[in-house]
T-cell receptor, first 114, second 110 residues
Framework: DTAVSQTPKYLVTQMGNDKSIKCEQN?????MYWYKQDSKKFLKIMFS???????INETVPNRFSPKSPDKAHLNLHINSLELGDSAVYFC?????????????FGSGTRLTVV | KNEVEQSPQNLTAQEGEFITINCSYS?????LHWLQQHPGGGIVSLFM?????KKHGRLIATINIQEKHSSLHITASHPRDSAVYIC????????????WGAGTKLIIKP
């Protein structure tokens, strides 16, 4: 039933490791996003994909790479994890840029790098 | 200065009180969103506005495009309304990007 599901919910890993966070939506939305919530609770967009094309790519390190095997999935791969990558990452989806339908968010993935 | 400013940053009130959270923005927008973040971290989209007023249960959202201001009201507040409320705007012509406010942390005491 979950509209936007992220896995895992919690991820603890050591510096230098490579990890992935998965996101799937069953809403038929055509755009998916990854947001990072920083320590001040600001949500900052990292990536968005519309019909398998990257349309927004904020100034994030190239250690972060989005992978979209199909319209329903947008996974986030992170290489060579650093302490500063610790944050909550949210996946979201929308249709037609959300001007008509709003956003639906996943429950978040809390990443802790030790 | 942030392009989206929310006030207050923190708000504590008693159960039953009428709550108002404000959002001001400085850019041209195509839509404004109000979202709720629960203590566990999940985010729920509450409203999307481009004009006027919307109501859902005890929640009311208004927007004044000329004044670049929106308010979120909660009537008959309840402890379960305790959460962070976030205002976000879709900047016109920005290719779907949202500009986020810092959020308002609301605590409703029984």
């Amino acid at each position: 039933d979950t509209a936007v599901s992220q896995t895992p919910k919690y991820l603890v890993t050591q510096m230098g490791n490579d990890k992935s966070i998965k996101c799937e939506q069953n809403l038929g939305h055509d755009t998916m996003y990854w947001y990072k919530q920083d320590s001040k609770k600001f949500l900052k967009i990292m990536f968005s994909y519309n019909n398998k094309e990257l349309i927004i790519n904020e100034t994030v390190p190239n250690r972060f790479s989005p992978k979209s095997p199909d319209k329903a999935h947008l996974n986030l791969h992170i290489n060579s994890l650093e302490l500063g990558d610790s944050a909550v990452y949210f996946c979201a989806s929308s249709h037609q840029g959300a001007s008509n339908y709003g956003y639906t968010f996943g429950s978040g993935t809390r990443l802790t790098v030790v | 200065k942030n392009e989206v400013e929310q006030s207050p940053q923190n708000l504590t009130a008693q159960e039953g009180e009428f709550i108002t959270i404000n959002c001001s923005y400085s850019v041209g927008i195509s839509a404004l969103h109000w979202l709720q973040q629960h203590p566990g971290g999940g985010i729920v989209s509450l409203f999307m506005l481009s004009s006027g007023k919307k109501k859902h249960g005890r929640l009311i959202a208004t927007i004044n495009i000329q004044e670049k201001h929106s308010s979120l009201h909660i009537t008959a507040s309840h402890p379960r309304d305790s959460a962070v409320y976030i205002c976000a705007v879709e900047q016109r012509g920005s290719n779907y990007q949202l500009i986020w406010g810092a959020g308002t942390k609301l605590i409703i005491k029984p």
